[in-house]
């Protein structure tokens, strides 16, 4: 079930950890290869998984009352998909596959189970997951302060 540690390496905020983290995280991924429209989650699921993305494109989409489903987000290689995996929560968008993919999947209570059990895993998944959610927090009230003009 492991994958080779070069594969974390392709991953901009997994190459920066230390052998021994990367060997730790190495045991509980899976590598995916996904098609174009592959659905990685839905809203309103129980959120359960995460994935950094290695190749290819994700788009995160909500379903808002009287406008459909509205993509939010776009994702590329390196970012990381579905961080709520690891809390207890529900989705609050769908994800999916809009160019053919290869994901590193982990099972979030999986990699909770490590950061709790290792603090320095557990310190250096935090701080990816803080600076991916900064990110994506300023990327959103950006488009919302270009969608006001």
Do not use: N
């Amino acid at each position: 079930m492991s994958v080779d540690l070069s594969v974390l390496d392709t991953v901009p905020v997994l190459a920066s950890l230390g052998t021994d983290d990367k060997q730790a995280l190495a045991g509980i991924v899976v590598r995916d290869h996904l098609d174009a429209g592959t659905v990685l989650f839905e809203e309103g699921q129980p959120a359960e998984e995460v994935f950094f993305l290695l190749e290819g494109a994700v788009e995160l989409s909500v379903e808002l009352k009287g406008r459909g489903d509205q993509t939010v987000l776009r994702l590329g290689p390196g970012e990381v998909v579905g961080w709520a995996g690891m809390m207890p929560y529900e989705r609050i968008a769908t994800a999916r596959v809009t160019e053919k993919a290869s994901v590193l999947r982990m099972e979030g209570w999986a990699l909770g189970e490590l950061c709790e059990k290792d603090h320095d895993v557990g310190f250096a998944v935090m701080k990816i997951l803080a600076t991916e959610l900064g990110k994506r927090l300023r990327d959103v009230l950006l488009g919302m302060k270009d969608a006001a003009g």
